[in-house]
Nanobody
Framework: HVQLVESGGGSVLAGGSLNLSCAAT????????MGWFRQAPGKEREGVAS????????YYSDSVKGQFTISRDNAKNTVTLQMNSLKTEDTAMYYC?????????????????????RGQGTQVTVS
């Protein structure tokens, strides 16, 4: 079993930046992919970024490409999401997610409901 805990959410003015962090504990040796998805009230869950743990290759949704950066620290079992030039439409609950399946980072980004594990979420509000 894997536990994920997010931190770093908050309120920011449009144009500002936030850095979200996610710490994985438990059987982290099984993880092959981590990512972030968000969900705003009344909207569908949207994958925003994912990363393959081994190769470190990142994937982004079109809506955040060039704006968000995902990175991982395998030694610390953490993944971060640097969010720049935030817009009001980025307001949502952001969830960290993880999965043990290999070569699935791109597919999981587009199907975030399929991530095996997810955290409790951290709220990001842009005004």
């Amino acid at each position: 079993h894997v536990q994920l805990v997010e931190s770093g959410g908050g309120s920011v003015l449009a144009g500002g930046s936030l850095n979200l962090s996610c710490a994985a504990t438990g059987k982290t040796n099984v993880l092959n992919c981590m990512g972030w998805f968000r969900q705003a009230p009344g909207k569908e869950r949207e994958g925003v970024a994912s990363i393959a743990i081994g190769a470190g290759r990142p994937y982004y949704s079109d809506s955040v490409k060039g704006q968000f950066t995902i990175s991982r620290d395998n030694a610390k079992n953490t993944v971060t999401l640097q969010m720049n030039s935030l817009k009001t439409e980025d307001t949502a609950m952001y969830y960290c997610a993880a999965d043990s399946r290999r070569a699935m980072a791109w597919w999981l980004l587009r199907n975030p409901i399929q991530f095996t594990w997810r955290g409790q979420g951290t709220q990001v509000t842009v005004s």
